[in-house]
């Protein structure tokens, strides 16, 4: 790829490879990618995969490739069973990211999960999260957090809703090592244990909120 492009049709990869080669390809439309073909990528190289398409697709990515942003904002499910190293963003804005058998997501040191209305997928894949990364929960609906709270180098964690009363609903034990950030909407411990290693900045519309179970 010489230039960034947009795909609205379909696209579709019987074999081979395309290699994004720093520059960032979009794709709007269904996509197919058959048996051995793959995306190779580095650290400079975005892919978008965005428009209302409500089908699932596997996304095929050379295993042990680095990229730059990965953002998922479609309703259909987007599967990856290769090892995908985030080096920037990995961007849920919308739509279920399945992390199948032999998958792995690896969070780069300094790396960011973006959460909206996008969800991570465990199905017999997993998600590594032992060097420094943050994360950021944005956007105007509530959202349960997933395995992004739950790595050993959770660094930063920030809050920053359209309106004061979306929420975070904390799903597993968490523990922060750096700030949290609460700028505006609330963080519901919802029976679980939060962690607060660093430093925290809180708005007073942005509050906590928890039950007796809660620490």
Do not use: C, W
Not at 2 to 8: F, G, P, R, S, T
């Amino acid at each position: 790829l010489n230039n960034n492009a947009v795909v609205n049709g379909n696209f579709n990869m019987t074999a081979g490879k395309f290699a994004l080669n720093g520059k960032q390809l979009t794709l709007k439309g269904p996509f197919t990618m058959g048996t051995g073909s793959a995306f190779s990528s580095n650290l400079t190289s975005t892919l978008v995969i965005d428009g209302p398409v409500n089908s699932t697709a596997t996304l095929s990515i050379e295993s042990g490739s680095s990229i730059s942003k990965l953002t998922i904002d479609r309703p259909g499910m987007i599967k990856i069973a290769n090892a995908l190293n985030i080096a920037g963003e990995l961007n849920l804005i919308d739509g279920p990211l399945s992390i199948e058998t032999n998958g792995m997501i690896t969070m780069n040191a300094g790396s960011k999960v973006h959460v909206e209305h996008g969800t991570i997928v465990l199905n017999s894949g997993t998600v590594v999260g032992t060097s420094s990364y943050n994360v950021e929960y944005m956007g105007a609906m509530d959202v349960t957090a997933g395995v992004e709270m739950g790595g050993s180098g959770l660094n930063n964690v920030t809050v920053n809703y359209v309106n004061s009363t979306n929420k975070v609903i904390l799903n597993g034990n968490s523990s922060i090592a750096g700030n949290l950030n609460m700028t505006k909407g609330k963080l519901d411990l919802n029976g679980k244990n939060l962690i607060l290693n660093g430093t925290i900045s809180q708005n007073s519309t942005s509050k906590f909120m928890g039950n007796t179970a809660s620490e």
